[in-house]
T-cell receptor, first 110, second 116 residues
Framework: DAKTTQPNSMESNEEEPVHLPCNHSTISGTDYIHWYRQLPSQGPEYVIHGLTSNVNNRMASLAIAEDRKSSTLILHRATLRDAAVYYCILRDLGDDKIIFGKGTRLHILP | DAGVIQSPRHEVTEMGQEVTLRCKPISGHDYLFWYRQTMMRGLELLIYFNNNVPIDDSGMPEDRFSAKMPNASFSTLKIQPSEPRDSAVYFC??????????????FGQGTRLTVV
């Protein structure tokens, strides 16, 4: 499985944008970049995914580097409820599985 | 849909006892996944099913663990006999596959298992 590298933890202030980085230098052409997050005492939940182009949805934006070796999850205006562990995952088109790494623990300061 | 439903939410059992965890996936989903989460090892995929058939059980730790999916709306994960090191949160997730790959997975709330 292709690997991703994320910082162990990050802090951000409430109501400010948050940029969560992910490095995936060995990504293959058919790997999709997925992001999940896990709120305290909950199961993981899907956030967003993309292949080459930047993606936006109601939860977040995903910015993908032109060479696809890195990506950034953007929370436009963080709230206390966004405090969670964020997982960046590569998932090949034909792969059924979702393999989680250690993720980034995001702390939001009031 | 109520989402993925797991039961029980909490289970405390004595070492050596049999434990059965239950999962009801989202209706219409054809993939079901069982994960285990601990502080030390993070989220580990144990086994997954497609159309009720086990596809990959390489993550099942040992023979004490078994999983079944008798129909599209129900799955069990059984540990017999249980040991203290099995203490963890167990998650069930479901998704459906398309010609362009799997869609996102939806996770249940988990079962927190404590073996004393």
């Amino acid at each position: 499985d292709a690997k991703t590298t994320q910082p162990n933890s990050m802090e951000s202030n409430e109501e400010e944008p948050v940029h969560l980085p992910c490095n995936h230098s060995t990504i293959s052409g058919t790997d999709y970049i997925h992001w999940y997050r896990q709120l305290p005492s909950q199961g993981p939940e899907y956030v967003i995914h993309g292949l080459t182009s930047n993606v936006n949805n109601r939860m977040a934006s995903l910015a993908i580097a032109e060479d696809r070796k890195s990506s950034t999850l953007i929370l436009h205006r963080a709230t206390l409820r966004d405090a969670a562990v964020y997982y960046c995952i590569l998932r090949d088109l034909g792969d059924d599985k979702i393999i989680f790494g250690k993720g980034t623990r995001l702390h939001i300061l009031p | 849909d109520a989402g993925v439903i797991q039961s029980p939410r909490h289970e405390v059992t004595e070492m050596g006892q049999e434990v059965t965890l239950r999962c009801k996936p989202i209706s219409g989903h054809d993939y079901l996944f069982w994960y285990r989460q601990t502080m030390m090892r993070g989220l580990e995929l144990l086994i997954y099913f497609n159309n009720n058939v086990p596809i990959d059980d390489s993550g099942m730790p040992e023979d004490r663990f078994s999983a079944k999916m008798p129909n599209a709306s129900f799955s069990t994960l059984k540990i017999q006999p249980s040991e203290p090191r099995d203490s963890a949160v167990y998650f069930c997730a479901s998704s459906f596959g398309t010609s362009e790959g799997n869609t996102e997975a939806f996770f249940g709330q988990g079962t927190r298992l404590t073996v004393v």
